[in-house]
């Protein structure tokens, strides 16, 4: 196995994706990083819960949304492996329809989406900081969906560079805003909200750009101009419906356990949210850069399939899965390390409370190992997205959720530890599962058929 991770050719291929979304993903966690930082430094530990609060509601809406890129991603790629012009230029136009609809939606409602963080066991100073980030952040919206659509594109057409510069040029404004907003204007957690949603939309600027010099720009004007009312008919929506669905339902999963961790660990005191925020930065790293090698994953799978059913077959992708395989493990390892050596350095970089800092000090051996059972599983996605298979990543996040619900219920005597050790079990829970089809499939030839 080891020997052929040494195969150039595949290095080369895998690298061209996945070291620019490997460090360009890096950013998004820093930007994280930078409001808890900025947050964790003003005088009171209610800013750092209110955004611990907020923004997780903000990704319970935001991040379940996330089928827009991933089924983007894997329907695109195939319809470029088969060489399928129109076929990409109508998941361009069907997933920019299905993002400004939901973003309409999201705007229209979002009073009473706001009322969800007085469903929390939060103090009310924590509540009120929460509805403030949420009122401000959800106007990014239309510009943050519409993103999605465009990078799960260009990452489909096997171009990592462009949803890379995206990352890279929003997150640095929005950083800059942040520093700007709250250290001189001192707005506080509205000024938070505030620089994420103007760096949204620079970043759709910047995509908009990249579609405008795009060797396909004739193609796609003619395209919207012609056809985009023939591209919104039931029947070419249909697949990529059932696969927003299991998608969706996939990432409501994933999203109901962290919010869970956010209203378990308000029930556990003040101090105790703050640093589960603080402590989640470190799967937030650990995450963001192994989604680096899920959107490889996500294009090779894709595109190998669209090879084989134009009988053009991809004879590369056992090989092409082994190197990112060998990534995934180097990846974990290195992060476990990483915070074994300098995890309580990294909690008192995040926050200068002391309360907060030790509280968090109880839970770092937890963020040791949380690489080592999780970095499968955003591997293994990003293998089935491409793949399209919705419903295979539904049904084995359920699994891994009754999992969670059952570890959390077993051990809740140990309160956040239970926490913790839940999350363990339920990213062990989805790597294995995943694992489990994945090799089933492959034995069969049923992922990537052969001719």
């Not at 061209?16 to 005088?43: K, Y």
Request: hydrophobic share 55%.
């Amino acid at each position: 196995m080891f020997s052929r991770f040494f195969n150039l050719s595949q290095q080369k291929k895998i690298g061209a994706i996945a070291l620019p979304m490997v460090l360009s993903n890096l950013c998004v966690p820093l930007l994280g990083l930078v409001d808890t930082a900025v947050a964790g430094h003003l005088d009171d530990a209610k800013y750092l819960g209110g955004i611990a609060l907020g923004s997780s509601v903000i990704s319970l809406l935001f991040f379940l949304l996330s089928f827009l890129r991933m089924s983007t991603t894997g329907l695109t790629a195939q319809a470029y492996g088969a060489n399928n012009t129109e076929g990409q230029l109508n998941c361009l136009s069907q997933g920019i329809t299905v993002a400004l609809c939901i973003a309409a939606v999201l705007l229209l409602l979002q009073y009473p989406l706001s009322m969800l963080f007085y469903l929390s066991d939060a103090s009310q100073a924590i509540t009120e900081q929460a509805v403030s980030y949420f009122q401000v952040r959800i106007w990014s919206a239309p510009a943050l969906l519409t993103n999605l659509v465009l990078m799960g594109w260009f990452l489909g057409q096997q171009n990592a560079r462009y949803p890379m510069w995206m990352l890279i040029f929003s997150n640095s404004i929005n950083i800059i805003l942040d520093i700007v907003f709250v250290v001189y204007l001192h707005w506080n957690v509205p000024g938070i909200a505030a620089a994420s949603v103007i760096a949204d939309y620079a970043g759709l600027a910047l995509a908009l750009s990249f579609i405008y010099r795009s060797p396909l720009r004739a193609s796609i004007v003619s395209y919207f101009q012609q056809h985009w009312l023939s591209s919104l008919q039931y029947a070419k929506f249909k697949q990529l419906f059932a696969l927003n669905r299991d998608i969706f339902l996939r990432s409501l999963c994933l999203q109901a356990v962290f919010i869970f961790i956010a209203f378990q660990g308000a029930a556990y005191g003040d101090n105790t949210v703050a640093a589960n925020a603080v402590l989640l930065s470190f799967l937030m790293l650990v995450s963001y850069a192994l989604d680096g090698l899920a959107y490889a994953a996500e294009s090779i799978t894709g595109q190998a399939i669209g090879q084989a059913k134009a009988q053009r077959n991809s004879h590369q992708f056992t090989d092409s899965l082994i190197v990112l395989s060998c990534w995934c493990l180097m990846l974990s390892l290195l992060f476990s390390v990483g915070y074994a050596v300098a995890g309580q350095a990294f909690v008192n970089l995040l926050t200068s409370i002391p309360e907060v800092q030790a509280e968090a000090e109880n839970y770092v051996g937890w963020m040791i190992l949380l690489p080592l059972v999780a970095s499968w599983a955003y591997l293994l996605d990003g293998v089935f997205i491409g793949a399209t298979q919705g419903k295979t990543l539904r049904n084995t996040m359920l699994i891994a959720l009754i999992g969670f619900a059952a570890l959390f219920l077993l051990f809740q005597d140990w309160q956040n530890h239970a926490l913790w050790l839940a999350l363990c079990g339920f990213m062990a829970l989805r790597s294995l599962g995943l694992a489990l089809v994945l090799f089933k499939q492959l034995r069969h030839n049923q992922l990537i058929p052969k001719h």
